[in-house]
């Protein structure tokens, strides 16, 4: 499985971005899909995830009612639109994938087996 975020970028605050994720090798519906995101000195953060089969939603307290994480399937790419953007988002954003992960652990880094490079995101105040 190979993952590649991108979309990132320097953005006012209150501005929005859309951050997407192509993925490839045995991903889909199969694989539970998720965004984190990192500042230097923190440990990667969960934003959002993608429930595999189902294709439920999953969103951190800090990021509900700004973020939407979807998924297209046909296009092999997973997308997190977030409005509203404070300079607390300000972080590198990774894509994770994995197909064992049980929900419990759905907002657990360590637990996601496939990562793609970060994408830059810095929030101006």
């Known amino acids: 499985v190979q993952l590649q975020a991108f979309g990132g970028g320097l953005v006012q605050t209150g501005g929005s971005l859309r951050l997407s994720c192509t993925y490839s090798g045995r991903t889909s519906r199969t694989y539970t899909m998720a965004w984190f995101r990192q500042v230097p000195g923190k440990e990667r953060e969960f934003v959002a995830a993608v429930w595999r089969d189902t294709g439920r939603t999953y969103y951190a307290d800090s990021v509900k009612g700004r973020c939407t994480i979807s998924r297209d399937n046909a296009k092999d790419t997973l997308y997190l639109q977030v409005n509203g953007l404070k300079p607390e988002d300000t972080a590198v954003y990774y894509c994770?994938?994995?197909?064992?992960?049980?929900?419990?652990?759905?907002?657990?880094?360590?637990?996601?087996?496939?990562w793609g490079p970060g994408t830059q995101v810095t929030v101006s105040s």
């Open positions: 994770a994938a994995d197909a064992r992960l049980i929900f419990s652990s759905i907002s657990v880094s360590e637990q996601y087996d496939y």
